[in-house]
Nanobody, 127 residues
Framework: QVQLVESGGGLVQAGESLRLSCVAS????????MGWFRQTPGKEREFVAV????????YYTDSVKGRFTISRDNAKNTVYLQMTGLKYEDTAVYYC????????????????????WGQGTQVTVSS
């Protein structure tokens, strides 16, 4: 059983940056693809970014390409989401998720594909 704990959310002005962190415990972190999702009230949780097990394959939703960067440190069991140029529409609760996989190159964009979720961290961007 993998536990995920996010941190780093907060209130920022448009154009500023934040870095979210997600620390994993209770499993073999390097055997999991890691994703970030976000959700606003009344809407479904949406995919933001994913990184494969080894950290060399990334995929982003179009709205964050060029602004957000996902990375991981397998030695620290941590995945990061560096967010720059934040916009009002980035306001949401951000969740990290882990997907156990045998395939090193695999990455996943559907929230139904993930095995474990964190509790979420609020990001609020004022315009």
């Amino acid at each position: 059983q993998v536990q995920l704990v996010e941190s780093g959310g907060g209130l920022v002005q448009a154009g500023e940056s934040l870095r979210l962190s997600c620390v994993a415990s209770g499993g073999t972190f390097s055997l999991h693809a890691m994703g970030w999702f976000r959700q606003t009230p009344g809407k479904e949780r949406e995919f933001v970014a994913v990184l494969n097990r080894s950290g060399d394959t990334r995929y982003y939703t179009d709205s964050v390409k060029g602004r957000f960067t996902i990375s991981r440190d397998n030695a620290k069991n941590t995945v990061y989401l560096q967010m720059t140029g934040l916009k009002y529409e980035d306001t949401a609760v951000y969740y990290c998720a882990a997907k156990a996989t045998y395939y090193g190159d695999a990455y996943y964009t559907g929230n139904y594909e993930y095995d474990y979720w964190g509790q979420g961290t609020q990001v609020t961007v004022s315009s």
